[in-house]
């Protein structure tokens, strides 16, 4: 491993994005960035920092400056961090009241051990230039406090941080709260432009010219490249070249390329640059279509639901027309694919099944799911009375686990499907007191207000799990339908608390029943 300073080598300046919460005088890390310029790039100054009122009451607000420094300082700045000593960096040009001011945050946990670098893809929060970097990561061992996370939560205080950092912090990237990273662009060249050669020299069945753009005024001699190509059945030897004074490399592959990966290493700076293996497109589909008429379809009033209209824009296909060639024996080759593609989709489908007139499997498919459950137990069914407490409630196996149960006013107040001579509601509070009397962990039971309740479809919750049911769990099986597994459930678990936030306890429904209101 070279001396960790071989690694700076190359870069002009550093400039630090930081993005910070203040309430009065104290300050706590929201995200940070330390960015290393090449060479190449003219220096720049710090901005001036901007602050955002997060709430009309009380002195909180959101704070970014962009700080330039030199790279040492960064640096230095960075491991301090690291060891848990964080500040505001402190501008030597542009001073700024509060420079050097104590920043919360930490303790983090680096990725990979400081001072190893990894080269990265997928630093989709950081400019596009970028991508390919050296990168180093810093990550909060514990989430933002509570009231920061709810504030930054808000739709113009997120907007705001999503200005300022051109990245959504709040959701899509929410990893990065209270994170820091170190940005290293490649110091030695800008990019890798690559030529198929029509005519691949004698021996080979594909010739490939790539060309290094170097940085102004560096060196790409001891760089070293190596390209794998993955064909569809495994990887074959790379294929190496060490460059001199250089640009270009022209290399010759015994089988045409199917998916090329490269990597280039430096014996000083290590790994620059690397992209796993992806696939060489030879043949393009290009379809064009002409639009016709513009018509608009009106759909008529019904009842208390108004008229409207929409517009609907009808094409042509023109013509289709296919630019380049495909590698050969591309049967053989489109067989293979498809056949992994029906085994992906088949292991996909494992969260997904069809019942019809087989209620005995559908409800043991049910029960199977609710036993696995370690922690919590959600169905959400605006037809779940008593004998369905009774077919699914005492399926849970692990003592502990919290069932609870989303059903509807609509249902209860019907006749009870056990006992025909009290209501729907009393049945299931009865099924409740006298079956799940001995357990230590009992049922919560809530129900939805409504003529005709906010919910519709049918939802199993288990732990961190959702599935979806077409028919409700006191007819599944008897008429065709799904049971799907989600593939994105955070969002549906939002909604579906939400849901159970706004309905009553079952014991003070029977109360006092809830108000039906008209839809």
Known sequence: MAPISCKWTGYRQAVIHLAWFRNDKVRHLLFGMVELRPSEFPETASSEEQ??????????????????????????WYKRAIRGDLSLPADPYTPTPGDGAKLLGGPFVDEPAWPHLVASNKLDFAPEWVQGSRAHFLYAKKELPRKIKDLIQEDKNRIKLKEWLLF???????????????????????????????????????????KLVAR???????????????????????VIHKFDNDAIAVLEFPEKINREGCAITHPDYGLLYWLEPTPIVRRVRIEAALQRRRKRVHVPASGQRPAYSYDVSEKEKERDMVVGKDRQ?????????????????????????????????AAQYIRDKIGAACGSVLIADP?????????????????????????????????????ENISAG????????????????????????????????????????????????????????MIVGLPDPEPVIGHLEDLWDSAKPLARWLAKPMTTRPK
């Open 51 to 76: 602050l955002f009122r997060a709430q009309n009451r009380g002195r909180l607000y959101l704070h970014y400056r962009r700080f330039a420094l030199t790279v040492t300082d960064a640096i230095d």
């Open 168 to 210: 959504d912090l709040v959701d899509a990237y929410y990893e990065y709260q209270g994170a820091m990273c170190l940005i290293g662009p490649n110091p030695l060249f800008r990019s890798i432009q690559k030529t198929h050669l029509e005519k691949p020299n004698t021996g080979s069945a594909e010739t490939v010219a790539y």
């Open 216 to 238: 102004q005024g560096q060196c790409l001699s001891g760089l070293r490249m190596e390209i794998v190509n993955e064909c569809l059945r495994g990887r074959m030897t790379p």
């Open 329 to 361: 024996n591309v049967d053989v080759g489109s067989r293979l694919v498809q056949a992994e593609y029906r085994r992906s989709r088949r292991q996909a489908a494992a969260e997904q099944h069809w019942f019809h007139d087989s209620p005995t499997d």
């Open 383 to 419: 037809y779940f009375a008593g004998r369905e407490l009774l077919a699914f409630g005492h399926a849970i196996q692990w003592q502990g686990v919290q069932l609870r149960i989303l059903t509807s006013t609509e249902c209860l107040k019907g006749k009870g499907r056990v006992d």
């Open 426 to 481: 009393k049945e299931l509070q009865r099924v409740l007191k006298k079956t799940f009397k001995s357990y230590s962990t009992k049922p919560e039971i809530r129900v939805l207000g409504g003529k005709v309740p906010d919910l519709h479809d049918r939802f199993l919750v288990v732990d961190e799990k959702v599935w979806l049911s077409g028919n409700s769990l006191h007819t599944i099986g008897e008429r065709a339908g």
